[in-house]
């Protein structure tokens, strides 16, 4: 039998440098918001999307006539055309678009992924397309949570441990360290009401503060997106689009699945 593929979770951008791995797929996760409306800009019909580390580089793009989408704290930038809301992503907006992306978080994660086998972007929305892509290429795998400024997240963790739990039931792979463990202990508990659990997040407190937290049960939907986005030559496209998912996912639109 051949040798079982380690899962690693990273916690935070701040440990990334650490968990970096040429040969690996990387999954970037940012439940609240940013992946959720990557997944969502694709399945609408964004053609590419161009992530930007700065509000500045946003700006500049905006004055060359791109359609922006950039938040800092939560809050659109007052240049931008959308802000970070998956809803801002509908498919009058982006269809066939070029977008050019920058938050808080998750593009910042995006970005220091860079010089790995592959860098695929994760959410509940697209993670049985997810699965069966990282089964298929047979790779080391980090699951990077992008948290928030450094900060340890809930829902990135769940979420970790929900594809954790996928890929070890597949059978090829293995836990090799701690924080897989600990995101599957979590994943374990929360799974059985995710929005309850998700109460106690941060993230979730600070989207309601600013009255942007209608996106919550979208966000933890799962396969609403049957689709890969990679970032590959400074853009993120789809890598894989699963037309038929639904044949292989029965269950797909249940919570927390
Ligand atoms: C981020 O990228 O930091 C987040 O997704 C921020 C947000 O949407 O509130």
Known sequence: MSK????????????YHRFHNDEAIVVIVDILRATSAICTAFMNGASQIIPVQTVEEAREYKQKGYLVAAERDGIKCDFADLGNSPFNFTKEVVHNKTLVYSTTNGTQAILMAENSYKIVVGAFLNISALTEFIVSHRRPVVIFCAGWKDRFSLEDTIFAGALAE????????????DSTIASLDLWSIAKHDVLAYIEKAAQRHRLKKNGLDDVLEYCFTSDLAPLVPEFSNNVLVVEKYCENINNFYPNVNKLGN
């Open 166 to 177: 996928r890929l070890l039931q597949e059978g090829q792979f293995t836990t090799v360290c």
């Open 4 to 15: 079982k593929l380690p899962i690693e979770v990273c916690f935070s951008p701040a440990m």
